[in-house]
């Protein structure tokens, strides 16, 4: 492969783990922007939505992945509403510690429940491998052609909803004030509840697309909830398109960064990234939204 | 006996690594959860140190210093987020210092470990038998509680709380809150670093797979389960948590068990912390006097 079509290919790869990112960093800035508090156990949607499909394609269910995909992202929305209504919901007006420690409560337990059913060991959706094709130049799978078009419809989903419908509109509301959404009438429960299910579906779905094109464990979730956040953090928290763009970045610093950094720190430039931006501009978080 | 023993060492540790954070989380309200990694940067000085001959003491000063020197670096630009962010930023350089221990393999054997750390050795003693082992940490966690309350009652202490109840408040009276939490975030390490020397020399190995994010969840739910805030709840959480965690290792279950019994027992940590904080988040010990601001 001459160089030209090696760096390209990076530059395809990161593109395509940003893609992935941005998935989860839109579901994270949602529910930040709606409930203003950071969703740790954000990771654990991403995890399970890939271990559900994993459910229903292997015993007893079996079945095909395009029957799977619509019950396993149902179960993690389903999950995402099961977290409102047990805990955040009680102690909504608990103070910031007391929710953070829940959602982290929350990552612990579900981190572990699916080590409990599934064991610690990387798993795979056990797909035959199809040909990837050429394109421009390019090598591309299916999987992969699949990550950028459910990206980008998810993306047109997520902004028809936000600009074009009441709901969206109610949920922007409630993210600017929620008090004074509520005195205006507008029925905060069930956006809360909608931003919810958004949220769990757009890391589930980041989740099987991450898990199709690589693999899947228990330990998934942690690692891209920081780098969620990192993606959030660039492109300004609660800020959706943001986070679009923030995602796409920090996919492509990984991948770029594997040409000059051992593979071993692939994880940890999400990390980096972050640090780098708090120190140019440190008062990012505390100028915007803080309460 | 000797499981008598064991027990109490590693309650003692963990006190001395729950007292740590609960400067942090309990009377300054940082989100601090990497704790780990201070824990593990403590371990993994004092542990190369003296396998490379250096005598105890310096490694345990060396330890203590990289430590508190590596929180203040972090706390510089991780403090200037707020609440949930700094969580986050924690976390992440949790993740990262295992990435570092996990493939500078020249200097930490990578996940192979450190085996071989040898007992540590005071004013001539070598503490190499469990009793005596048990003396040294119990040592260190009674100076430990003995400093850390000191701290905590001197008006030092009291701008912690001020900063952590009402920052505005704090800043209004001339308390520089960044200040005083990169203080309280210093500390925190540098006992969290006691800890992870106390650990080393007693477990003898160690390897980048003893300072994941469950070892953070294990010593914040001591601190919260016991009574965040309060000078004997992150004792009484210790007390509680590790004989509950180190009896049910010591059951005779079949070895079929033994594969799910640590996802189970995460499970159930996992699970206390959201019965904590939605039913009791006070925890056991209750924080006395001062309107909490909630």
């Known amino acids: 492969m001459d160089s030209f079509s090696y760096y390209s290919q990076t530059v395809l790869n990161g593109i395509l783990a940003g893609c992935i990112y941005a998935l989860f960093a839109m579901g994270l800035t949602l529910i930040y922007g709606v409930l203003n508090f950071v969703n740790f156990a954000h990771g654990e949607l991403i995890m399970w939505g890939a271990y559900f499909l994993f459910l229903f394609m292997g015993e007893p269910f079996g079945l095909p992945l395009y029957f799977a995909i619509l019950p396993a992202l149902l179960l993690t929305g389903c999950l995402g509403l099961a977290m409102e209504y047990s805990v955040f919901r009680p102690i909504r007006k608990a103070n910031r510690l007391t929710l953070l420690i829940a959602a982290m409560g929350i990552s612990v337990f579900l981190r572990n429940a699916a080590q409990f059913f599934w064991g610690a060991e990387v798993r795979t959706y056990g797909l035959e491998v199809m040909p990837g094709t050429r394109f421009i130049g390019l090598y591309l799978t299916m999987q992969q052609f699949a990550i950028i078009g459910v990206t980008i419809l998810c993306v047109a989903g997520v902004y028809l909803l936000f600009f074009k419908s009441r709901l969206g509109k109610s949920m922007r509301a409630l993210s600017d004030n929620l008090d004074l959404a509520r005195i205006s009438g507008i029925d905060t429960k069930r956006a809360i509840l909608a931003a919810w299910v958004i949220s769990a579906v757009l890391a589930g779905i980041g989740g099987i697309l991450m898990a199709l094109d690589t693999n899947l464990n228990p330990e998934m979730g942690v690692v891209n909830l920081i780098k969620a956040f990192a993606a959030t953090l660039i492109g300004g928290v609660g800020n959706l398109w943001g986070a679009l763009i923030g995602g796409l970045l920090i996919g492509l610093a990984e991948n770029i960064g594997v040409l000059f950094i051992s593979p071993g720190y692939k994880d940890g430039i999400a990390f980096v990234i972050m640090v780098l931006i708090l120190l140019a501009r440190p008062y990012v978080i505390l100028g915007e939204r803080s309460d | ?294």
Request: charged share 10%; hydrophobic share 55%; aromatic share 14%.
């Open chain 2, 1 to 294: 006996m000797d499981l008598l023993l064991h027990l109490c060492i590693v309650v003692a540790i963990y006190t001395v690594f729950a007292l740590s954070l609960n400067v942090e989380v309990g009377y300054t309200g940082l989100f601090n959860f990497g704790h780990v990694a201070f824990f593990a940067i403590g371990a993994y000085t004092s542990a190369l140190l003296t396998l490379a001959g250096v005598p105890f003491a310096w490694a345990f000063v060396a330890a203590l210093f990289l430590a508190g020197l590596c929180g203040f670096l972090l706390s510089i630009p991780a403090l200037k987020l707020q609440g949930d962010y700094f969580g986050i930023a924690t976390l992440g350089f949790g993740e990262i210092l295992r990435m570092i221990f996990n493939n500078e393999v020249w200097l930490t054997k990578g996940p192979m470990g450190l085996p071989g750390i040898p007992r540590p050795e005071f004013f001539g003693i070598v503490f190499d038998t469990l009793p005596l082992y048990l003396a040294l940490s119990a040592g260190f966690a009674l100076a430990t509680f003995a400093i850390l309350s000191f701290i905590i009652l001197s008006p030092f202490g009291r701008a912690l709380k001020a900063v952590r109840d009402d920052e505005t408040a704090a800043e209004i009276l001339g308390k520089n809150a960044y200040a005083f939490k990169i203080k309280s975030f210093v500390i925190g390490s540098v006992f969290a670093g006691l800890a992870g020397v106390l650990w080393a020399h007693y477990a003898t190995f160690i390897s980048p797979g003893d300072f994941t994010l469950t070892e953070t969840i294990l010593v914040l739910l001591i601190v919260v389960m016991g009574g965040k805030g309060t000078l004997t709840g992150p004792v009484v959480g210790a007390v509680t948590l590790i004989f509950f965690q180190e009896s049910v290792r010591f059951l005779r279950l079949p070895p079929e068990w033994t594969r799910l019994l640590g996802p189970l027992q995460q499970m159930i940590f996992g699970l206390l912390l959201v019965i904590l904080m939605v039913f009791r988040p006070e925890g056991i010990v209750r924080e006395k006097g001062g309107a909490r601001v909630d």
